[in-house]
């Protein structure tokens, strides 16, 4: 299994940029999806997720009306649009797959069985 996060880099605080995640080697749609982040010399903390279908998503306080998670199953992918960017933002950005049927919750780095490398945002004041 492979997630391949990119699209992350340097923005002003107020921008917007579109992170993505290409999938191989699972069966896709049979797996919600998360994007986690974690800023330096904190704990890797939940942003935002999407079901296996794409008919539920979840989103952490601090981003929600900000950001906006979304999936295509025909392609594998699942996107992450950042607007009103600010500097708490400011994180390596993790996506990863949890298998839709097993116990545990979304909001959890412990129900993710698969992690992609990491894709660097820093947001400029």
């Known amino acids: 299994v492979q997630l391949q996060a990119s699209g992350g880099e340097l923005v002003q605080a107020g921008g917007s940029l579109r992170l993505s995640c290409a999938a191989s080697g699972l069966t896709f749609s049979t797996y919600d999806m998360g994007w986690f982040r974690q800023a330096l010399g904190k704990e890797r903390e939940f942003v935002a997720a999407?079901?296996?279908?794409?008919?539920?998503?979840y989103y952490a306080d601090s981003v929600k009306g900000r950001f906006i998670i979304s999936r295509d199953n025909a392609k594998n992918t699942v996107n992450l649009q950042m607007d009103s960017l600010k500097p708490e933002d400011t994180a390596v950005y993790y996506c990863?797959?949890?298998?839709?049927?097993?116990?545990?919750?979304?909001?959890?780095?412990?129900?993710?069985?698969?992690w992609g490398q990491g894709t660097l945002v820093t947001v400029s004041s």
């Open positions: 990863a797959s949890k298998y839709a049927s097993s116990k545990g919750s979304v909001y959890s780095t412990r129900g993710y069985a698969y």
């Open positions: 999407v079901g296996w279908s794409g008919g539920f998503t």
